[in-house]
């Protein structure tokens, strides 16, 4: 078994700015997602801190008990973060492949205002089809 | 690969002290937020003076359980963000991972919270933690002596906690 619910994109300030819901009951209005994107942001920053050893680079992996939480962060600071179902496998590959759209589809897009909401059809497009394959790969539909 | 925010390049995994410990520390706090025990074994890096650390570990829990409880893709009832979640209320997490260590996490339904911290490749502690609460009933609840909400002074536990945590791997 293995889906992912939800996608958020936040930039270095702790802004979201890209969030796409593929669960069903789960779903929360914008405010909820914006506060949870800050809030992510901010735990990520403060995990940091309570490292018992040098070099701590925040969250990687959280683990509850329907879901699980695979983060990325990249060199510039911009966290891209899924939440999927419990044991799914290969979430990094997949976070650093949408990091590879994210670089070619919006960075590269000259009418893209950096740290601003996406709003790059391309980038969708591309998103929801690497998602849709990656569904069928490991589900078999 | 140096990431955004961290200061030194640190690639290899923790090795266990002389002494055999694989955990770094322990908390356990009760639902009110008093640290009842820390415990440490191994740590290199004190950002912070003990108390603030305390309330800092519990503030991140804390935050982190409402956190879970609202993103819950499987509950179609959640509260608010931030309004505070008794003990079992809502999806609540286990565990989590960053490159240089892993922290455990119980509650039990009483609120007392149980943290360990370890390196980064050890398993699924849950069935750990819970055999640590039960040293806990057996050596400090148990215990006559034992003021409940205050920290936790007896040598017996500390001895059991250390033979335990020793013999994770």
């Known amino acids: 078994m293995a889906a992912i619910y939800s996608l958020y994109i936040i930039n270095k300030s702790g802004g979201l700015i890209f969030y796409k819901d593929c669960g069903t009951k789960g779903r929360m209005d914008t405010n909820d997602s914006l506060r949870v994107a800050s809030l992510w942001h901010s735990m990520h920053a403060i995990s940091q801190q309570l490292s018992p050893v040098n070099g701590c680079s925040g969250i990687e992996l959280l683990q509850a008990d329907t879901f699980d939480l695979h983060c990325f962060q990249s060199l510039p600071g911009t966290k891209f973060f899924v939440v999927c179902e419990p044991g799914t496998p290969h979430m990094e590959s997949l976070l650093r492949y949408i990091y590879e759209l994210y670089t070619d589809y919006v960075l590269k897009n000259p009418f893209y205002e950096i740290e601003m909401p996406i709003r790059c059809e391309l980038f969708d497009l591309n998103l929801s089809q690497a998602v849709q394959s990656d569904r069928v790969a490991l589900l078999g539909r | ?169």
């Open chain 2, 1 to 169: 690969m140096q990431f955004f925010g961290g200061s030194e390049i640190n690639p290899s995994p923790q090795v266990p002290t002389a002494s055999g410990n694989n955990a770094h520390m322990m908390y356990v706090f009760n639902r009110n937020g008093v640290c009842l025990l820390y415990k440490e074994w191994n740590r290199l890096l004190h950002t912070l003076n003990p108390q603030q650390d305390h309330k800092l570990m519990f503030g991140l829990l804390f935050s982190l359980k409402s956190l879970t409880a609202k993103m819950d893709p499987v509950n179609a009832d959640k509260g608010n963000l931030g309004v505070p979640q008794l003990p079992g209320q809502g999806c609540s997490f286990h565990s989590f991972r960053t490159n240089t260590y892993k922290l455990s996490f119980m509650e039990t339904p009483s609120g007392i919270k149980i943290i360990l911290v370890t390196h980064p490749k050890t398993g699924d502690l849950r069935e750990s933690l819970k055999y640590i609460y039960g040293l806990y009933v057996e050596y400090v609840v148990k215990n006559p002596i034992y003021n409940p909400g205050f920290p936790i002074k007896s040598e017996l536990f500390n001895t059991a906690l250390d033979q335990y945590v020793r013999s994770i791997s």
